[in-house]
């Protein structure tokens, strides 16, 4: 394995943490913008009110985006685990 195999492997992981994990943050960025503003405008600065609309969220689209998650992380695991044998072949 040289370097480049290496590169390809880490920008893959990256790409893959991006799919996996950016819908949930971008969700959980829009729903507290979108309440910081409410509790600018009524000024009640509660921390739960933050907190829990965030939650709920972040744990719906997580159950909901469930499948794909598991999709995109299985893909990723099997290209790993064909790459390992490719490596183990070719050191026989």
Do not use: Y
């Amino acid at each position: 394995m040289n370097e480049a195999e290496v590169i390809e492997i880490c920008r893959q992981a990256i790409t893959v943490m991006l799919k996996v994990v950016g819908p949930i943050l971008l969700a959980g960025l829009i729903v507290g913008v979108v309440v910081s503003l409410i509790q600018a405008v009524t000024q009640i600065q509660e921390m739960t009110l933050v907190f829990i609309p965030k939650m709920l969220v972040i744990f719906g689209l997580t159950i909901w985006l469930l499948p794909f998650m598991m999709a995109t992380l299985g893909g990723f695991t099997q290209s790993l685990t064909d790459r390992i044998v490719q490596i183990g072949a070719s050191n026989d």
